[in-house]
């Protein structure tokens, strides 16, 4: 190998690097709406909102229990992929601290532990928490869709309203407009069907960052056969986001 051809590669190399380097520095985003559930025992859970926001350069969250209770969190810190979020509280002249630790998995959701520590740091209670983004809070909008398949990829535009906590949405593309059936959503999971070529698609996804959705599609034919499937994504355009 001559000396030109190993600068090339030196230069080539040290943009890989650079690429690499620039990546790892990419921070996940905890802002939004999340759903959280705190195990209390083997037979009970605690439903929660936890809303996280960032504002100058520090991050801030609320949360609302079940019963409409809010509160906010005296701490909230990012580290990584780890959030902590915690609040201070007394009763009958006892202080304590109760938060959650947890770490934001490949699939978008955070699992870790709640705990409740006395004004000395000892720990007195602990058990799991997990907590997952509410795509009820963020699914209207204008959505960038992206359905794989064998032969090509197909892509169309995804348009959902909102009111009186209803959902109703259509895909559009070059074919026309359709509407979305049986849409339903379960935390941070949406599943709808749409009709097409005589059978039906049936999607199901998860919002796995803020304004990304990640799923599957099912194309089952007019005898309610499954006959094809493939990866589901969809982007919220720019608008959307802003809502």
């Known amino acids: 190998m001559n000396t030109r051809s190993i600068s090339t590669l030196a230069i080539f190399l040290s943009g890989v690097i650079h690429l690499h380097a620039d990546s790892s520095k990419v921070l996940p985003d905890f802002s939004g709406q999340w759903e959280a559930t705190a195990s209390v025992s083997d037979f009970e859970t605690r439903d929660s909102t936890l809303t996280v926001v960032k504002k100058d350069k520090l991050w801030h969250s609320t949360m609302e229990s079940e019963d ?3 509160r906010k969190m005296s701490r909230t810190q990012v580290k990584g992929k780890t959030l902590v979020v915690e609040f201070e509280m007394e009763s009958n002249g006892q202080k304590a601290v109760i938060g959650a630790k947890a770490e934001l998995n490949m699939e978008g ?30 699914f209207a909008g204008n959505w960038n869709v992206l359905a794989e398949t064998d032969d090509n990829n197909i892509e169309h535009k995804m348009v959902i309203n909102k009111k009186d906590n209803q959902f109703s949405g259509y895909a559009t593309g070059d074919e026309g407009q359709i509407e979305y059936r049986r849409l339903k959503i379960t ?36 005898f309610d ?12 355009s720019k608008i959307g986001l802003e809502k």
């Open 68 to 70: 409409g209770q809010k």
């Open 109 to 138: 959701a955070l699992i870790g532990k709640w705990y409740a520590r006395d004004e000395n740091g000892t720990q007195l209670m602990s058990n799991d928490w997990k907590a997952v983004r509410s795509l009820s809070s963020a």
């Open 187 to 222: 935390k941070n999971e949406v599943k709808m069907e749409l009709p097409y070529a005589g059978g039906i698609v049936k999607v199901a996804a998860k919002l796995t960052q803020p304004g990304k959705l990640s799923g599957k599609w099912h194309y089952f034919d007019e």
């Open 225 to 236: 056969q499954q006959v094809a499937d493939g990866k589901w994504s969809a982007n919220k």
